[in-house]
């Protein structure tokens, strides 16, 4: 039983980094309609920015998240203005082409500037609390904590601000966002400044809890893409769900199968929820289109 | 002066042009309806008055402003309002979420505005909190038009807005469309419920393959045998 | 460097290169006839590799087979198998959005590299598999690769020819009438997901195709080998580059991207080691500008597609299947 919620733990961990991820590739995919495969290493990059705040200037930790979750907005915004925004008229699949594109500049990039070695926010061992029988790293409390914060926030951002509820309005139904009236163009500067600080920090935690190297997104890219795609694409709130689910499947997976294949697990149930449901598992109706 | 003056409007798609240069005109107070077969070309007229498809030749003006081409979003702040035949809501957007997001180009409170389409439209008051997704067809029409009303428009386009709805619904939409013009909101529309359109209109426009083909007093269409026969099934 | 060096040399290069053109034949059936995104093309062409090796390897004790098979039976199974794996991608997917395809075909790619990387038993797990024999080798001595690439040139050859005619046959040209307009071709009577099916399958088989011919030029395999991004993408950076829809732009891409990435080596060959690790990476995010210039300045690539659709089909400017109205 112990070992059961311990492993239940280690999902709560993995499923709040996937939400994080999720929620930002979710708006992008609703809202711009295009499956962004530079996600994950968008996330890479976050947590490798916040490696260079924490030893490159020496900041406090928690300073070097809030600076790279900046820094990735920034970054995003600047992709999406030099690759993306000229290709836009050109269609879904032009837009996914060019995202490989970006997936592999970014990767190699880090691989170039930082080396294809392991690096760590942290030196040293953390001793785990014990309780219940648990044992409960340190650092899982505070992705944790993290995790739920930046949820709140985002919450609260899309259900009462102006800009997020067009946010949603726009992941909804573009067309109908546009003869609204809604100034198209500078929610999607939006979408992607949020969408990347959302993903900086599920890098950042991902690396916390682990190690940080330069195909540790990439590796996370399908558990996130399984997550939207349970939860509904352009749903955010379907994305919170889809992580938590994806993350903890995939750990429970573990008393049953090699660890090796957790990312296959969530592959598997992606295919299922693709057969079954492929507007997702909370579909409303009317939100996909075919 | 008339609200909207569309002169000699040509638009279509890729190589193709639909509308071959088309001309009409909606006067304040009015319900002017544009009726025709499958492929007049009666949605892409309304969505090239719109900016929604970019007009070739011709020219719009809208409260006596030269418009001819301008994005929705430009449009929008001048007053004309656009609901569209399909996908006309924010499923997952809640009722009241969708209304405020009809005003969104406004910084202002928009509580009594929101309570003028309850006032019009009651049902949705109880759904309010409701996504918009999960509500029936003839009530998904509601908060489109509802939402098109929230900016108090100058225009109103109306695309076909009882298509798919039971012939009660329909009746009751239709009802809310003369409602929201008494109120001194001009109308736009396409209906392919041509009699009950035409019942209800001041002038109409019959267009056939893209061009003008009649034009009038809605009653004199109504009564005219040619109509009858061609237009309006018997 | 020797002359002989230089030559062996070009004959290593073209090999290789013809190898990549026979993958980049394979993804033209699928993207550029038919508009099916497979960004799983590693899987395939893994498939295809370990297949040929299982089957063709003499006996070991260490894992699966080892059936010291002819090659030729290695090359005929490879196609059979991957092309299995296409089918059994496509009957789920196919039905869906062309974005679901994508994703579902990388996470095939990546299933199947977690299996071969973590299952010892079947094909020797990380360490791979080694003794891929090319039967002639030892007989042929020095010009064995000469022979061999006349064997990838042959094939690659009678691959062209065989395509260029099926896709201009009637069935061909429904597979691009599909990929204009899925909705028109339903209306006009033809069963897209069927021919949707045939073109992911025969590209499948073509990808194994050359996953076995590449197995048995180097001799030797391992996962690291079908990591899935420099696989997949550097083929789509050749098809791109050549020209989607176009079999001769698919032969030249392939080319053309592989002489780059061999030359950018060379550069980096010549730094001190300590650099030249890092900046191989440099050599990848070459190949990524270079394919997002292309979609920007050459969406056609170099060659341009060929038409055989009536242009009264447009495509719609956004490729999106926006509802038409009259």
Redesign the interface.
């Given at each position: 039983m112990t070992e059961v919620l311990q492993v239940i733990l280690y999902g709560l961990v993995l499923g709040s980094i996937i939400v994080l991820g999720a929620i930002g590739l979710t708006l992008t995919y609703g809202i711009l309609?295009?499956?962004n495969?530079a996600h994950g290493d968008m996330m890479t990059l976050g947590a490798y920015f916040a490696l260079f705040y924490r030893f490159g200037l020496g900041w406090p930790l928690s300073l070097s998240l809030v600076a790279a979750m900046i820094s990735g907005a920034v970054a995003a915004v600047l992709i999406d203005k030099v690759?993306y925004r000229?290709?836009r008229?050109?269609?879904?699949?032009?837009l996914?082409?060019?995202s490989?594109?970006?997936?592999?500049?970014i990767?190699?990039?880090i691989?170039?500037v930082w080396?294809?070695d392991n690096h760590y926010y942290r030196r040293g061992i953390q001793f785990p609390i014990r309780w219940m029988g648990l044992r409960i790293k340190p650092d899982h409390l505070w992705i944790l904590g993290v995790a739920l914060v930046l949820v709140i926030l985002v919450h609260v951002f899309l259900r009462y601000t102006?800009i997020g509820?067009?946010m949603?309005?726009m992941?909804?139904?573009m067309?109908?966002?546009?003869?609204?009236?809604?100034?198209?163009e500078r929610i999607v500067v939006w979408t992607w400044a949020i969408g990347a600080a959302l993903c900086v920090a599920a890098g950042f935690l991902l690396g916390l809890d682990t190690q940080l190297f330069p195909d540790m997104g990439?590796n996370l890219l399908?558990p996130i893409?399984a997550a939207v795609?349970l939860g509904g694409i352009?749903?955010p709130y379907g994305a919170m769900a889809g992580g938590l689910i994806i993350g903890m499947t995939q750990e429970l997976s573990t008393l049953f199968i090699?660890a090796?294949?957790k990312?296959?697990v969530a592959?598997v149930i992606?295919?299922v929820i693709?057969?079954v449901r492929?507007g997702g598992i909370f579909r409303?109706?009317?939100?996909v289109?075919? | 002066m008339s609200t909207l003056l569309v002169r000699d409007l040509v638009a279509g798609y890729g190589g193709l042009d639909i509308l071959h240069g088309v001309s009409i005109d909606v006067g304040p107070d009015e319900i002017v309806t544009i009726i025709g077969p499958n492929g007049a070309g009666k949605s892409t007229l309304l969505k090239s008055i719109f900016g929604l498809v970019p007009p070739r030749a011709g020219s719009v003006t809208f409260m006596g402003k030269d418009v001819t081409g301008e994005r929705p979003n430009r449009l929008v702040h001048q007053g004309m309002c656009f609901v569209p035949q399909n996908r006309n809501v924010f499923p997952r957007l809640t009722v009241e979420e969708n209304l405020q997001l009809g005003a969104y180009i406004l910084n202002a409170d928009l509580r009594e505005r929101i309570a003028r389409v309850y006032d019009l439209f009651p049902p949705l008051k109880e759904k309010r909190r409701q996504p918009a997704g999960t509500l029936s067809g003839g009530q998904q029409q509601m908060v489109a038009i509802g939402r098109a009303l929230m900016l108090d428009p100058k225009l109103l386009l109306l695309d076909e807005p009882t298509a798919g709805l039971s012939p009660a619904f329909a009746r009751l939409i239709l009802e809310k469309v003369v409602e929201i013009n008494a109120a001194g909101v001009p109308i736009l529309m396409i209906e392919q419920n041509a009699k009950a359109a035409l019942a209800m209109s001041h002038r109409a426009y019959i267009l056939t393959m893209g061009r003008n083909r009649m034009e009038g007093p809605a009653a004199e269409l109504l009564e005219n045998p040619e109509v009858g026969r061609l237009f309006l099934g018997g | 460097m020797t002359v002989e060096g230089v030559l062996s040399y070009l004959v290593f290069f073209a090999t290789m290169a013809g190898i990549y053109a026979v993958l980049s034949l394979g993804l033209n059936i699928q993207w550029g006839y038919n508009g099916l995104f497979n960004i799983g093309i590693a899987g395939f062409f893994a498939v295809g590799a370990y297949t040929s090796a299982i089957l063709t390897t003499p006996p070991s004790p260490t894992h699966l087979g080892g059936f010291g098979l002819p090659m030729m039976v290695g090359f005929l199974a490879a196609g059979a198998a991957s092309g299995l794996i296409a089918l059994l991608i496509g009957i789920p997917t196919l039905r869906l959005r062309e974005d679901y395809l994508a994703i579902a075909t990388i996470g095939i790619a990546e299933t199947i590299r977690y299996i071969f990387q973590n299952e010892a038993w079947l094909a020797g797990g990380i360490r791979g598999l080694a003794g891929i024999p090319f039967p002639w080798r030892r007989a042929l001595g020095p010009s064995a690769n000469f022979v061999y690439l006349a064997l990838v040139i042959a094939i690659l050859a009678a691959l062209y020819f065989a395509l260029e005619r099926g896709l201009r046959s009637p069935w061909g040209r429904v597979l691009k009438a599909i990929r204009e307009d899925e909705y028109v071709a339903a209306a006009s009577g033809k069963d897209v997901f069927r021919f949707r099916l045939e073109s992911l399958v025969l590209g499948g088989i073509v990808m194994g195709f050359a996953g076995s011919l590449y197995a048995h030029f180097v001799g030797f395999i391992s996962p690291q080998a079908f990591h899935p991004m420099l696989t997949t993408f550097i083929v789509w950076v050749m098809l791109t580059v050549g020209g989607s829809g176009n079999n001769k732009g698919a032969i030249v891409g392939a080319y053309l991207v592989w002489a780059i990435w061999s030359m950018t080596e060379f550069v980096t060959d010549f730094l001190p080691s300590a650099m030249a690790t890092r900046a191989a990476s440099l050599r990848v995010v070459l190949i990524g500008v270079l394919l997002i210039a292309v979609l920007m300045y050459r969406p056609t690539g170099l060659f341009g597609e060929e038409r055989h659709v009536s242009r009264l089909i447009a495509r719609s400017p956004t490729g999106g299947s926006h509802a038409r109205s009259g």
């Open positions: 309609n295009f499956a495969f690759v000229p290709l008229s050109r269609g879904s699949i032009t996914l082409i060019a490989v594109g970006v997936a592999l500049i990767r190699n990039l691989r170039f080396g294809p102006k509820k067009a949603r309005a992941a909804d139904n067309e109908l966002a546009m003869v609204t009236g809604i100034a198209t990439w399908l893409f795609i352009g749903s090699s090796a294949y990312p296959v592959f992606m295919i693709l057969l492929p409303t109706g009317g939100a289109k075919l | - | -």
